[in-house]
């Protein structure tokens, strides 16, 4: 793959880094542990360099999910929380009730137009769910969409006729169709962090 490039001001999209996510029990087995620790280094280099971060949280209103609006599940995990306007640029919080970040409030698309961001770079949970969905949605609205897929993970899932897939093999499939449907530009949290420190020092 060629050089990334990262805009000066593209914007990191955080997806449902939240609490309830934590409930193995409900939600199973996951992939990727590193998620978190690359999710943080990316936002920590997103609010050092000043550009735009938006945090976007899933208010469920399917009653007795681990993420429904008002409980502790909804909140967002401590590392993302403490991190929360901590930042040099412009800061966004959307809530939404559906799998795309584009269809919360307010409306991600009108801020970063407003920002002028073209660029986003699409980090959270579940790799295959609401971060496929929003990757999609961004593509089909025109951003250079980002994946960074180690900076997100997801769970092993049960489909129809008998049929599973576990997290690693779902990851894998939304890889390639993004990628290779041209969707989003999959990449490393180290192709993304090199990106943008080449774009700082231009």
């Known amino acids: 793959?060629?050089?990334?490039?990262?805009?000066?001001?593209?914007?990191?999209?955080?997806?449902?880094?939240?609490?309830?996510?934590?409930?193995?029990?409900?939600?199973?087995?996951?992939?990727?542990?590193?998620?978190?620790?690359?999710i943080a280094a990316l936002i920590d280099r997103w609010q050092e360099s000043g550009r735009p971060v938006v945090f976007v949280r899933h208010d469920s209103v399917r009653e007795g999910s681990p993420l429904e609006?008002?409980?502790?599940?909804n909140a967002f995990k401590d590392f993302v929380e403490e991190r929360r306007g901590?930042?040099?640029?412009?800061?966004?919080?959307?809530?939404?009730?559906?799998?795309?970040?584009?269809?919360?409030?307010?409306?991600?698309?009108?801020?970063?137009?407003?920002?002028?961001?073209?660029?986003?770079?699409?980090?959270?949970?579940?790799?295959?769910?609401?971060?496929?969905?929003t990757a999609r949605m961004g593509g089909n609205l025109g951003y250079d969409v980002v994946f960074a897929l180690d900076a997100?993970?997801?769970?092993?899932?049960?489909?129809?006729?008998?049929?599973?897939a576990t997290a690693e093999e779902l990851t894998r499939a939304t890889a390639v169709s993004l990628h290779g449907g041209q969707f989003a530009r999959v990449v490393t949290t180290q192709d993304v962090l090199k990106g943008a420190a080449r774009a700082g020092r231009s």
């Open 1 to 38: 793959m060629e050089s990334l490039e990262i805009e000066a001001n593209a914007a990191l999209v955080v997806i449902d880094v939240q609490k309830g996510f934590d409930d193995a029990g409900f939600w199973g087995r996951r992939d990727n542990p590193d998620a978190e620790g690359n």
């Open 69 to 73: 609006a008002g409980s502790e599940g």
């Open 86 to 133: 901590k930042g040099r640029g412009p800061e966004l919080l959307v809530t939404k009730q559906v799998n795309s970040a584009f269809y919360g409030q307010p409306s991600l698309d009108v801020w970063l137009t407003g920002e002028d961001v073209a660029q986003i770079v699409v980090v959270g949970i579940q790799t295959n769910m609401c971060n496929e969905t």
């Open 152 to 164: 997100m993970h997801t769970f092993d899932l049960a489909g129809p006729f008998g049929w599973t």
